[in-house]
């Protein structure tokens, strides 16, 4: 008798959901290096079996019947951002697959973000996350941004004195990997030190698709909306039942 509410309950708590990865996407549009999540829903199928039967208990299968919407798995779109050229000294961005290694509060992690910048002990610094790994895994001490790089990561004081070289991984399995919603990576896989091409003085732009995102956020909230608005009326109906079934 109740089953619509859980049909329209899960369908209203999977869209907030839905809508919850679409707002993460939009907020992080001008992030960089940032790479959109996908989110996937699933039915959950329940069978149910006759229990009348014969003296030997066999029972005939009635079919499959779905009674919920449930979240199945978020995605993340790897695809190549474009590039902007920024003219800024300490901004780098990677070109294939691979990522830079950052040292956080929390441990290690990996980002596409190269808009770098210098601490307070000139370290080679990713705002608000941590400093900047060489390819040994080491804090790159740089003291100036007055540098030249290659196209290896490897970074020059302008007398042509090497620095230390930008470390870039890439791991077996990015799907194994976890991003948090400021768009970095974690992983328990081994990372490999990746033979990919870094681009000095400039970022790599999200791949977020901004028109998507709002015809996805759209067709969400109507979604939500049309399962709210089902489940008046269904409380409703059921109430009056309730009631008329009580005068009987």
């Avoid at 990677?94 to 929390?106: K, L, P, Q, S, Y």
């Avoid at 992983?187 to 033979?195: F, G, T, V, W, Y």
Wanted: glycine letters at 10%; hydrophobic letters at 35%.
């Amino acid at each position: 008798m109740f089953k619509g509410f859980y049909n329209l309950t899960s369908g209203m708590l999977t869209q907030g959901k839905n809508l919850n990865v679409i707002a993460n996407n939009m907020t992080n549009i001008a992030t960089s290096g940032f790479k959109t999540d996908r989110f996937t829903a699933q039915t959950f199928d329940e069978v149910m079996w006759s229990r009348v039967g014969n003296k030997n208990k066999q029972y005939e299968d009635l079919g499959n019947q779905s009674y919920i919407t449930v979240p199945s798995q978020l995605y993340t779109d790897y695809t190549q951002g474009s590039f902007d050229e920024t003219g800024m000294p300490l901004d780098f961005a990677i070109e294939g697959d691979g990522f830079f290694a950052v040292e956080t509060a929390e441990g290690r992690a990996y980002t596409r973000n190269g808009s770098f910048t210098l601490d307070d002990e000139g370290y080679l610094f990713l705002p608000g996350q941590g400093r900047v790994l060489d390819d040994q895994g080491e804090p790159i001490l740089l003291i100036t941004d007055k540098i030249v790089a290659d196209d290896r990561g490897g970074l020059y004081m302008e007398n042509g004195g090497l620095l230390g070289r930008i470390g870039v991984y890439a791991f077996e399995d990015n799907e194994q990997l976890t991003k948090d919603d400021r768009g970095m990576f974690a992983s328990q896989q081994e990372p490999q030190a990746a033979a990919v091409r870094v681009y000095h003085k400039m970022t790599e732009r999200s791949n977020v698709d901004l028109v998507q995102q709002m015809t996805a956020m759209i067709a969400g909230q109507r979604a939500y909306q049309s399962a709210a608005q089902v489940t008046k009326i269904y409380d409703q109906v059921i109430s009056k039942a309730a009631n008329d079934a009580g005068r009987l």
